[in-house]
């Protein structure tokens, strides 16, 4: 009985050896999380191969995106600036990293802390924040973006759709 | 084989510490009748508890089948007794509201005896301590000789190779001491290492050889072998 | 505070985590007087006290394992119960992730559990000799046990004060659904060599038992523990709800699946323990508990039948696969 | 681990010390059947409810003033109707009236033409004969109702005073049959033009709105665009109903199980003392068994089954016993404290209900109690030194 069932437990283990090694040998994981960058500088994003860390969507334009690098030079990626302040919240070094937003009037990227936000635009996950290189009236400071994402009174929100979108309707 | 060597038992209470048993010593033989004679209170009833390890000794040891029983855990001590030593007491010590065969069965099932066999193993017992016809009666009306023989039965239900008795005697009348005798005579040819400890004279008729101890205040006085 | 604190279900469960906490509490402390008053080759009263003291340690162990079972099923049904109160959470995963603890809970939970397992197998070999071979040892990993079972009792009373009914969760399919485009499994396995490797683990799993390969059998339990996770959540999970995307572990614990949830990962839980268990016992003590292998062949069968049954029944009826 | 020899044992030592068992067998057996019996009222009527939910509308669609839900105008009927998935809008008129403090009826007022948001109510019109019921101005009444009136020589009408000051009397066309369950116990049902005058309602209000969105994939899109319709308006949904109705039952059984909890800790101090003060029998029978053989080990294992064996006797009894109480008789006195005795809800029998989870429940409660007592006293009679009793 023992001499049938040994080599039939060795070439078990060994298949079991070899199907892990196969499979580790490709490799086509979306990337979440990029290292090592120490200059601090946007990087560009690999659209459709790299995933928003906050809603887990894939990105697919690099407008309105945005990015948070930490101290040490890791950087993550998001598709909405939303979803960037939403991630940072709860992080203990948010204060010291840099973070990037791309803006949807001049299309480069530009530090988030200097942008500023219309309130009513299309965004990736209608919060309806879009980053913006010029200010205007109706635009509003990083800080008061990150408020009112915190608070929850975005375009996400029916009734504050509604008033938004009426005080809009008002003005033009 | 059993051996004593240099056992010491101390009781600790409030009053200061009462030496019960000092310095015994002495060897048992196999299928050996041994006698412990001593007035009550002598001693010989806690010396006959640690030989059992019902009771641990202060000092010294008690050496069962290369066993010193003194330091086995629980399990095994209880499996010894349960196997190998049988015990008659006093006051015969059986569970009252059960029947004698249930009664008789108790050292089977901690032996993990299947119920079959053992019910089997027990009405022999019974059958050779001469009660058969009681198994099913509830041991509280049953007559004192009567407990006797059924506690007899339990103690050797298990085909112990050493029956250790506590005045076995003592709460018997002529009439049932003398079958008690007939049986401890019947069991000792058996092969049956027997230590009783009494101060009942009635030994005296016994028709066997074995080897007397006389025990006072905790220690030995002599030792002879009388032959009956 | 929650609102939630005054539902029958946790009333009854956090009142028998509290007493078993106070019993690992009690044990803690006997097993400390157990570690430094032993010495076998005394024969003081107080050494013959702490021969029964043992026995008490083991009878609270053999307690302790036997409530935390039932409470571990019990625990995992009042989640999926509490999940109708919690904004987003369809069972009980949702409820589990509502906080930070929710994980670390049963997680250690499992823990404890394999390690009462571990001592009272140890306990009885140790109990089973003449000289108490190992008894320092496992008064240790009782030492160990108690304190993991406190710090359950803090991880329970965290979880449960810190669940805030308001605040929305996730439900099952997006905690497991995972990032998209992303890969779940490990080793960048796809679905197709997770299946073969899952059955791979199987046989090697059983055969490394029948013919008592101890190390063998080390080597290929926690794998196929962890393949079998990856398996049933991804693979065999979908053949169960019959929906192609839905990736839980906890759905398949409720009454609409016939509760096959709690046989599938018991019997994973208890078959790999008790694998584990006799591998390790049989090399350390040269000790062979041969109840355990069997009953851990048998688990693990069970374990792989009832999953496959799933898959081949699905294809019968419809005759496609998902 | 147990063989054959030992369980006879066991049940020998359980029968024949049935003295030593009975009290505690007693004891928990009615600490179990009250437990048991209010969760089994408490599941019973959550099970109920949620039953008569099913019939319920999809949204409904309430006006907040103050926090409270408010009358609102029946001009927003439109604007509803024109979302998109949006099906059979109904404007509801309903309320309570009340008679006194403590007393009072829910006043419906339906469209008995058209089909109701209610398939109870639906099934209800089916069966009257609506040429003779709209002729004159007549009413349904629940069963508590119909006993209030008759008890208040009410024959065949009552007046109702409505807030204008004005009385309406309405005849009572029939009463309502119990199997619509709980909700329908205190219901007066009339037309919506007559159930108006009763509540104070001006003719284009209504208390609110309920609709119903055929595709489920649909509703949480509808729900945010009818929040964004009105400012004011509140959309509460089947599930957040449902929800409601669960927590608040949950908390009443909750109540009563800490309640049950204090009594089985008190029951436990009872078994914590049978058990250090074992009686001497009963310590002379361990130390008998010690002296055969039996180790400290085989003692716990035989305790312990002991106990098992109890605990599985009281309980499945106590669940069957409870089980005949609250489904077949009722649950007399009990009924009274869970529902409170002065409403008018009273009436309702209790629909068998079974929750295995409660059973577990309670089964857990009692298990761990139980054994968390006796445990360590357990222990202490098995080391017992067996010479000391012996002597």
């Known amino acids: ?172 | 084989m059993i051996e004593v060597k240099n056992l010491n038992k101390i009781y600790s209470s409030f009053s200061g510490d009462v030496k019960v048993l000092s310095d015994i010593n002495f060897k048992i033989n196999d299928a050996e009748l041994t006698i412990i004679e001593g007035v009550s209170g002598s001693g010989k009833s806690t010396l006959l508890s640690i030989m059992a390890g019902l009771e641990k000794p202060t000092s010294g040891e008690v050496v069962i089948d290369n066993d010193s029983i003194a330091k086995l855990p629980d399990i095994h001590i209880s499996r010894l007794r349960a196997s190998t030593i049988g015990m008659v007491f006093q006051n015969f010590n059986l569970i009252e509201n059960l029947s004698s065969l249930d009664n008789v069965l108790t050292p089977l099932i901690a032996l993990k005896t299947p119920l079959k066999e053992a019910k089997y193993l027990a009405e022999n017992a019974l059958k050779v301590a001469n009660i058969e016809h009681q198994k099913n009666q509830v041991v509280s009306k049953l007559s004192g000789g009567e407990k006797q023989r059924v506690a007899i039965a339990r103690a050797i239900v298990a085909n112990p190779t050493l029956l250790l008795c506590d005045e076995p005697t003592a709460n018997l009348d002529y009439k049932n001491s003398k079958i008690f005798l007939e049986l401890i005579t019947k069991l000792s040819k058996k092969g049956i290492t027997i230590v009783i400890a009494t101060h009942d004279p009635i030994f005296k008729e016994l028709e066997l050889n074995y080897s007397l101890i006389m025990i006072k205040s905790g220690q030995i006085l002599s030792k002879e072998q009388i032959n009956g | 505070m929650g609102d939630l604190l005054l539902n029958s279900y946790e009333i009854v469960y956090l009142s028998s985590e509290v007493i078993t906490t106070i019993f690992a509490a009690i044990l803690f402390t006997l097993s400390l007087k157990l570690l430094f008053g032993w010495d076998i080759n005394r024969s003081t009263k107080e050494q013959y006290y702490l021969e029964k003291v043992a026995y008490l340690a083991s009878t609270l162990a053999l307690f302790l394992f036997w409530v935390k079972t039932i409470l571990y099923i019990y625990l995992v049904y009042t989640l999926d119960e509490l999940s109708i109160y919690i904004a987003g959470a369809m069972c009980a995963a949702g409820v589990v992730s509502a906080n930070s603890y929710g994980l670390w809970l049963l997680g250690i939970k499992a823990i404890s559990l394999f390690l009462l397992l571990l001592w009272m197998v140890l306990n009885s070999y140790d109990l089973e000799q003449k000289n108490y071979p190992i008894f320092k040892k496992k008064i240790v990993l009782l030492i160990f046990i108690s304190l993991f079972i406190l710090l359950e009792g803090w991880l329970n009373y965290s979880y449960i004060v810190n669940i805030d009914t308001s605040l929305p969760v996730s439900c099952c399919s997006t905690l497991f659904g995972n990032l998209e485009g992303e890969n779940p499994l490990p080793f960048n396995l796809n679905t197709i060599s997770l299946i073969i490797l899952f059955f791979l683990l199987f046989i090697a799993f059983e055969l490394s038992l029948l013919i008592d390969s101890k190390l063998t059998t080390l080597v290929v339990t926690p794998l196929f523990l962890v393949l079998s996770y990856y398996s049933v959540v991804y693979f065999f999970g979908t053949y169960i709800y019959e929906v192609p995307t839905h990736n839980c572990p906890f759905c398949m614990m409720q009454k609409e699946y016939n509760y096959v949830g709690y046989i599938l990962w018991g019997t994973l839980f208890f078959g790999t323990s008790f694998a584990i268990i006799w591998a390790s016992v049989a090399l350390w003590l040269k000790q062979e508990y041969r109840v355990l292998k069997k009953l851990a062949l048998i688990l693990i069968a069970i374990f792989v039948a009832l999953n496959s049954s799933y898959f081949m029944l699905y294809y019968i009826k419809n005759g496609v696969l998902l | 681990m147990l063989n054959n020899s030992f369980l006879h044992f066991l049940a020998l030592s359980f029968f024949t010390n049935k003295k030593r068992f009975s009290g505690i067998l007693v004891v928990s057996f009615f600490i179990l059947l009250l437990l048991s019996s209010t969760l089994f009222i408490s599941s019973s009527i959550k099970g109920s409810l949620k039953k008569s939910l099913n019939y319920q509308p999809d949204f409904i669609i309430q006006n907040i003033k103050a926090g409270e839900s408010f009358v609102a105008s029946s001009r927003w009927r439109e604007k509803l109707l024109k979302i998109h998935g949006v099906i059979a809008v109904n404007g509801r008129v309903y309320g309570r009236f009340f008679l006194d403090k403590k007393i009072s009826f829910l006043v419906i007022g339906i469209d008995f033409f058209s089909k109701q948001t209610n398939e109870n109510l639906d099934a209800l019109v089916n069966k009257i004969d609506l040429k003779e019921f709209l002729s004159k101005e007549n009413m349904l009444v629940g069963a508590s109702v119909k006993k209030y009136l008759n008890s208040h020589y009410y024959k065949d009408s009552y007046n109702f005073l409505t807030p204008k000051g004005e009385f309406l009397k309405l005849n009572i066309y029939k009463e309502l049959p119990n199997s619509s369950g709980l909700v329908s116990q205190d219901v007066v049902i009339t037309t919506k033009d007559l159930a108006k005058k009763i509540l104070g309602l001006s003719s284009n209000e209504v208390s609110d709105f309920a609709l119903s969105v055929p595709n489920p994939s649909e509703r949480e899109n509808i729900r945010v665009k009818i929040e964004s319709l009105f400012f004011g308006a509140r959309v509460v949904t089947k599930e957040d109903i449902n929800k409601k109705i669960a927590s608040l039952y949950d908390y009443k059984g909750g109540v009563f199980l800490i309640l049950y909890l204090i009594v089985i800790f008190a029951f436990s101090l009872i078994l914590y003392l049978r058990y250090t003060i074992a009686t001497s029998i009963e310590r002379k029978e361990i130390a008998t068994l010690r002296a055969v053989g039996w180790s400290i080990k085989d003692v716990i294992k035989l305790k312990l089954l002991e106990n098992l064996t109890l605990i599985f006797i009281s309980f499945s009894l106590a669940i069957i016993a409870s089980y005949i109480f609250v489904f077949i008789f009722d649950a007399p006195i009990l009924r009274a404290i869970f529902l409170g005795g002065d409403s008018l809800s009273l009436n309702l029998k209790f629909k068998p209900y079974i929750d295995y989870g409660l059973i577990s429940t309670i089964f857990i409660i009692y298990l761990v109690t139980y054994l968390a007592t006796t445990l360590i006293p357990i222990w202490r009679i098995a080391i017992s030194d067996p010479k000391e009793v012996l002597r």
């Open chain 1, 1 to 172: 009985m023992k001499k049938i069932l040994t080599p039939l437990l060795v070439v078990a283990l060994l298949a079991t050896v070899a199907t892990i090694l196969l499979s580790m040998a490709k490799k086509d994981s979306p990337i979440v999380i990029v290292k090592g960058n120490l200059y601090k500088k946007p990087l560009p994003i690999k659209l459709n191969k790299t995933n928003d860390t906050q809603c887990a969507m894939l990105i697919k334009s690099e407008k309105n995106a945005a990015e948070v690098i930490d101290s040490d030079g890791r950087t993550w990626f998001f598709d909405d600036p939303g979803c960037m302040v939403l991630w940072l919240k709860d992080k203990k070094w948010k204060d010291k990293a840099t973070l990037w937003v791309h803006t949807i009037d001049t299309n480069r990227w530009i530090k988030a802390k200097d942008a500023n936000f219309g309130v009513t635009d299309h965004s990736e996950m209608h919060y309806g924040f879009g980053a913006r290189e010029r200010g205007s009236s109706k635009t509003i400071s990083f800080k008061q973006m990150q408020l009112r994402v915190l608070r929850g009174e975005t375009m996400a929100n029916p009734k504050w759709r509604k008033k938004l979108l009426s005080i809009k309707q008002d003005g033009e």
